[in-house]
């Protein structure tokens, strides 16, 4: 599609989308939201600082323990998000570091290992700084409020137990974790929810939709939503005369739930079964993880052989390719030449019903 892949970190990321942004004042930092209250025209919210701010709507991209989604669940009929407010787990945990360059490990390589209840990912990014996952079971699924919150002597207990782990020939646990300088240890909590929106609040991203990071996918789907909410905020505001009442907005909010959701669903329960092939989990998952690899697998491995050559001729990076190019697209925005240069990259908007990423339904039957 004419981009090479790249590894980036978040901060660097956020930077260059801050600096793009013509009207910085319209961001607020250190904003912590706590109440949102539900007007007659529009809503108001409530800071810890004791701020607050009105509008006609509320977007909660405020992650995985989004504060908008529990006061949108609070508004909402109970019987609605009952199941919701229960949906969230966590069966793994991940260590995410950053380490200084090591001596013989070469720019753009990448390293994978699958092991019991263990999978790695090192990737060696610009100045052969080497970043890396380590994925690890839980020894129990965890539901909604029980999922750990790990502290840093809960995440050095854990990387003494793999202290000779090696993401690489000659590259270690202890190695890494002496030279890191960025370092995390998170549950990865996986979450599908039915209700994204309720009057005028509604939510995208990780608070609406979580996976596991082994398939490095659920920043993308953030950014996803937020294009496909643009675009239908943008044709309800051209057609609507300036109406935003409750009605045309409660309309539009559903239509981007209605125009997302599968898309996201696919993109949580694959996360899932890669993690769970990845870890061996089960007989299930290490026959399928060695026997019919999902293409992720293989792409990261850097193979390119034909998958699952008996069902159909698709490679892992035609995969990788068919996943993007069913992606949304900012409708007022023309394509980048980049991109249209390029034959997979469709020229046509798509129907959402087949904005699926490709082959999700072939893997699902196998949960
Ligand atoms: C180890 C790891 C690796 C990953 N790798 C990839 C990858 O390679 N590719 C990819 O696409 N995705 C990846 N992801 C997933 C990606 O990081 C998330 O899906 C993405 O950050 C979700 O974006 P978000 O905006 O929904 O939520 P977040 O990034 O969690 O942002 C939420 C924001 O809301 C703020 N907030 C929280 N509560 C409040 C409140 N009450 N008031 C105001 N603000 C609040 C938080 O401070 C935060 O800034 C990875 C995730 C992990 C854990």
């Known amino acids: 599609m004419g981009y090479g892949l790249g590894i980036f970190e978040r901060q660097r990321f956020l930077r260059l989308l801050h600096g793009q942004l013509r009207n910085k004042e319209k961001i607020h930092l250190k904003k912590r939201v706590m109440t949102i209250i539900d007007g007659q025209d529009s ?37 609605l998000v009952l199941k919701d407010k229960t949906s969230i787990t966590a069966e793994y945990v991940s260590f995410f570091g950053t380490s200084k360059a090591i001596p013989g490990l070469k720019e753009g390589e990448g390293h994978t290992v699958f092991d019991l209840d263990h999978s790695s990912l090192l990737f060696v990014g610009s100045g052969h700084i080497p970043q890396w996952f380590f994925v690890t079971k839980l020894d129990k699924k965890y539901y909604g409020d029980e999922i ?75 950014i996803e939503g937020a294009a496909v909410l643009t675009n239908c905020l943008r044709k309800m505001l ?52 060695l026997y019919f690899p999902l293409p992720s697998s293989e792409w990261m491995a850097g193979k390119s052989r034909t998958w699952l050559s008996k069902r159909s001729t698709l490679t892992g990076a035609d995969f990788q390719t068919k996943m993007y190019s069913t992606a949304p697209v900012l409708d007022h925005l023309p394509i980048p030449p980049r991109l249209t240069a390029y034959k997979s990259w469709r020229t046509k908007p798509m129907k959402p019903e087949a904005a699926k990423p490709p082959r999700a339904q072939w893997v699902i039957p196998f949960l």
Not at 51 to 64: A, F, K, P, Q, R
Not at 67 to 79: F, G, S, Y
Not at 197 to 208: A, M
């Open 238 to 289: 051209d057609t609507g005369n300036g109406d935003v009442s409750l009605e045309k907005i409660e309309k539009t909010l559903l239509k981007y739930q209605r125009l997302r959701g599968k898309r996201a669903e696919s993109f949580v329960k694959m996360s899932g079964i890669i993690t769970r092939d990845e870890a061996l989990a089960t007989l299930k998952h290490t026959l399928r993880f």
């Open 148 to 222: 750990p919150r790990f502290t840093r002597e809960d995440m050095e207990k854990k990387a003494l137990e793999y202290e000779d782990f090696q993401f690489c020939e000659g590259v270690t646990m202890s190695q890494l974790m002496s030279t890191t300088t960025q370092l995390s240890y998170v549950a990865l909590e996986e979450a599908n929810h039915e209700v994204w929106t309720h009057r005028r609040i509604v939510c995208l991203g990780d608070s609406i939709h979580k996976m596991t990071p082994n398939y490095g996918q659920g920043g993308n789907q953030a």
């Open 43 to 79: 809503m108001l919210v409530k800071c810890a600082d004791g701020s607050s701010y009105t509008g006609h709507i509320v977007v909660g991209t405020d992650g995985i323990h989004s504060r908008v989604r529990t006061e949108m669940q609070c508004l909402a009929p109970p019987d």
